[in-house]
């Protein structure tokens, strides 16, 4: 039990004046303001409670001791703990998921993912305790280039060319190996961006429902909705009527030609695309809120995968409006 305890409790102090310091913004903001603002009240706060605060470290990620690729937190907090931030409605599953492996593959036992949103303060704090081993290769590294130059004089041109040949070998398949992680990360921020976008067409739906005509706007949204378009454009769009505020005139999907329905337009990482899009629109109407899928379909399944087709994810939105992962 004592053990169990004291892990709970891994940097205390730390851990306890984090947590103030992040209500304390929160209370000021209360989700309003970007990333970037709440960054940099965050980095203040924390300085204030006496706390040493790295902001945008770079951070090598291992995978079975080999490094293969660089992470950059928000904040490294007393050179031991892990701060990632966001500015959301609220916390994916896939946010979380993210932060656990970036936490996984760092040097770093405790990390905290903090999003100020607009209702409530998330702190997930997490603790990845396991044992990292550190190889000490120099002495290693000595014996065996001591080895070889004792008998590098023994070698004939054909080993050389041999030797070189492994070498260059190795060297490119590192080098692959280390792209190959760093697209399987930007994959799963560009899913995360997705998701993101869904949730809160959603948000906006259910929000916006039963609320009085404003004075001086016209049409009011019947409903709000993402819009797809390959091979690397989504956007967040509000279904407008055509006849007054009659929401029987509306049509239920994004109408380019009408500037008006645009809220906010994304592009992909150029490392990655839609893979075979099926669909052109998810709409979300209040107050259920009622999913349409244009062209019309049971569940919307939107699949991205990398520029080199070696990985791919899976997004998909039941017509009841829950969204679901895969990979």
Not at 153 to 170: D, H, N, P, R, Y
Not at 236 to 249: A, G, Q, R, V, Y
Not at 253 to 273: A, G, I
Request: hydrophobic fraction near 40%; glycine fraction near 4%.
């Amino acid at each position: 039990m004592r053990i169990n305890i004291a892990k709970d409790f891994l940097y205390e102090e730390e851990s306890y004046k984090i947590r103030g310091a992040a209500f304390e913004v929160w209370k000021t903001f209360r989700g309003i303001f970007k990333e970037k603002i709440v960054d940099r009240a965050l980095k203040r706060e924390l300085e204030n409670r006496g706390l040493k605060v790295e902001n945008q470290k770079k951070i090598n990620i291992y995978y079975k001791d080999e490094k293969v690729g660089i992470y950059v937190p928000d904040f490294v907090v007393n050179d031991k703990i892990l701060i990632e931030i966001k500015v959301k409605p609220f916390l994916t599953k896939e946010d979380e998921r993210q932060f656990w492996y970036y936490l996984k593959g760092s040097q770093y036992r405790l990390g905290f993912l903090i999003n100020f949103g607009s209702e409530k303060l998330e702190i997930r704090r997490r603790i990845y305790d396991k044992a990292r081993e550190k190889y000490k290769r120099i002495s290693v590294n000595q014996r065996i280039h001591q080895r070889q130059s004792a008998s590098i004089k023994a070698f004939t041109i054909i080993e050389m060319l041999v030797i070189i040949g492994i070498l260059s070998l190795l060297s490119a398949t590192l080098i692959l190996y280390s792209r190959t992680a760093e697209n399987q990360i930007v994959l799963f921020k560009e899913q995360a961006r997705v998701i993101s976008a869904l949730s809160r067409a959603k948000s906006l739906a259910i929000a916006t429902y039963g609320k009085p005509p404003v004075p001086g706007i016209f049409y009011i949204p019947c409903g709000y909705g993402v819009h797809f378009e390959a091979p690397s454009t989504f956007l967040i769009f509000k279904d407008l009527p055509t006849n007054s505020n009659d929401c029987s005139s509306a049509d239920k999907k994004y109408s380019d030609s009408t500037s008006s329905e645009l809220v906010e337009s994304f592009q992909l990482d150029s490392r990655v695309l839609f893979d075979s899009l099926s669909l052109s629109d998810i709409l979300f109407i209040p107050p259920d809120p009622k999913v349409v899928i244009n062209p019309s379909q049971d569940e919307a399944t939107i699949a991205i995968k990398t520029i080199d087709g070696s990985s791919s994810v899976t997004i998909k939105v039941t017509g009841a409006g829950q969204i679901t992962t895969s990979f």
